[in-house]
């Protein structure tokens, strides 16, 4: 079966959402926060340790998984899940962005076929097609698949982003048109920058081709500010159906995602709190913290006192500052585990204050604690 | 208290010994390999991780930990065992072998007093000596010590070998002289390359300190042989009391771990495992594989199907050679943790075989299988 969104709570003063996504794979709870594997892991962490976050779908990369191992290798292994030895529910990118934020020096020809370019790794000239997107996705077997979508810079024109559009709408229809997996749901991509009516067309247009789901692109280029952001979900959110899930791609600062629930939107991914922890910095309930700073140095508390990570329950500051600081790879999976654990955390107490009708309540105090008192 | 060693089977037909250790952090058996974390961390593994391997005592590095993040940092932790959170025993070496295999350029003066050298990390003049060594470790509160030794290259001529030996023995005495922790043991080093009268002259003198256990040293330098490492354990194993534990340093291929209990050997601890894995590379009893090797790519059946270690209850070839082959450091640690419960295990099976009496048939067919059915 393709995965089945209920609605079954909304906030008495925002948009906030709660619900459940039945999958083959388990059923999770939204709003959540989608812990990145590019790779087909998550930095570092086995499948175990990702689970103890009690972590719900988890993101893998089209992109990345066509170059190595290949989407044959990962078929021949019964998909992505026992490959990785993942028994949750996994969400599989385009590639789109990958092609258009990794390319070999950023050499690529947007056709109407495809975009043309060259692999990162080797600089082999390669073709990325709607069809070909939805070809590997059905082969890597993920539960939910994403319909391959230009990502145009933050400093597109109006009339470029337009065209970009009409053109993402016409490839969302022929991917729909070669997808074949029966278990795999597929999610069309809501474009258009911060333009109300950009983002309007995009939204009633890829809606009408009737995706499992839809999500919002475009809103985590370099350069995109977060007052765009906020207005591209805000221009989105009132064109797509209730019944089906809502997703913003590549958004994980925490304030973000709550202002994204807020707006009505139900999950999230990003690579921020694993790419921060390998660089020594962790969430707290008070701001980011970096734990390169000296003052850790004979810190023999845990990151956070309110935290039930792995983490915080067996390791102290002092001792998570010396990996990072000499450079043992530990350092960056036990602060990865942590940082992973508070976004998903978040979303289980917003899924708490949507029951609760305090969204906002919380959002306040979220903000204000982790605005005003920043400890590093 | 100290550790106290128990000799409870010898074998029959070698020298093989099968004991229990007993320690503030609980009993281990030998024959026993030790994982080592050089830096207060067994590379890229959690403690729980280490443990899940079936672990008795793993070992720090003086010299590392010294320089960062300092003995007096983790002594303010509460010891060792603490900071980085193992509630096993701790074996410390000395900082001896690292002054002269890692200091910079290799510059280094050995006078009578102790060890002058420049930090590998930024240059810095330190100054090493064996009563520093100790309270170092005596700050740090290992369960085991080790005395300060001069590590002599497999070069080293004959009358070097001997002046070496005897200024090793006057620094062991003064080491023990400020030994102060009366919860750490202190074990003495055996030196005197392949020559007989030299390790049995080692022996004796060290001995005569009465230490509480006693290491055989010299024998994992670059360039030393195989024949070189038994005869020096031969030369050694004679003149050591019977009643306390013999630990052979820096020696982690399984050949010779099970050569050294043959010869009366304990405990081993080596960086072997953990560094081929970031390599690639995994034992299996058929031998030594590299996951590199393109004949894995769809070998979706783990390392060994006889292995009970987390990695192949959870991981495929295929899998771990993707991960090894695009860099991700999940990689190198779900091999280290193959490779570190192989060894263990191969310990676990040499203690069955001298309880059994079996400890010659156990190594041929071992090495049999080891060396005739090398899959790569």
């Known amino acids: 079966m393709k995965i089945e969104y209920s609605l079954l709570k909304t906030d008495k003063n925002t948009k906030a959402r709660y619900g459940k996504i039945k999958t083959n794979y388990g059923e999770v709870e939204t709003p959540m926060f989608m812990p990145v594997g590019t790779r087909a892991s998550i930095k570092g962490l086995t499948t175990d340790q990702v689970k103890q976050c009690n972590s719900g779908i988890i993101l893998a990369n089209t992109y990345h998984l066509w170059l190595r191992p290949g ?13 990785m030895n993942y ?55 993920s539960d939910i698949a994403m319909s391959f979508d230009e990502c145009p810079p933050a400093s597109a024109s109006y009339q470029y982003l337009k065209n970009s559009i009409e053109r993402t709408i016409r490839w969302a229809k022929r991917g729909k048109a070669v997808h074949s997996n029966p278990n795999q749901a597929l999610f069309g991509i809501v474009q258009g920058g911060a333009y109300e009516d950009l983002r309007k067309f995009s939204a009633v247009e890829t809606v009408k081709l009737d995706f499992d789901g839809y999500s919002i692109g475009g809103v985590a280029n370099d350069g995109e500010s977060k007052e765009d952001m906020y207005k591209a979900i805000d221009y989105s959110i009132p064109y797509l159906p209730i019944d089906k899930v809502r997703y913003l791609m590549g958004v994980g600062d925490p304030i973000d995602i709550i202002e994204g629930v807020i707006r009505g939107v139900d999950i999230f991914d ?6 921060i922890a390998r660089h020594g910095q962790a969430f707290t309930s008070h701001g980011k913290i970096n734990l390169n700073n000296a003052k850790f140095i004979e810190d023999f508390t845990p990151i956070a006192t309110d935290c ?46 949507i029951k609760e009708d305090k969204v906002l309540e919380f959002r306040n105090q979220f903000i204000n604690k982790y605005q005003n008192k920043n400890t590093d």
Chains 1, 2 share one sequence.
């Open 71 to 83: 989407e044959d290798v990962i078929n021949h292994a019964g998909g992505l899940h026992k490959f």
């Open 270 to 275: 990003c690579v921020l709190p694993t790419r």
């Open 87 to 141: 028994n949750g529910p996994i969400l599989t990118d385009s590639g789109g962005f990958q092609v258009f934020s990794l390319a070999k020096n950023k050499e690529k020809d947007i056709t109407e076929e495809g975009v043309h370019f060259k692999s990162h790794i080797d600089g082999k000239k390669l073709l990325l097609t709607p069809e070909k997107s939805i070809a590997i996705q059905n082969k890597l077997d």
């Open 308 to 353: 039930d990570c792995y983490t915080c329950k067996h390791y102290t500051k002092s001792y998570l500052r010396h990996l990072i600081t000499v450079g043992e790879s530990l350092g960056g999976s036990l602060l990865s585990i942590h940082n992973i654990r508070f976004l998903i955390k978040l979303t289980e107490d917003l899924r708490q204050a």
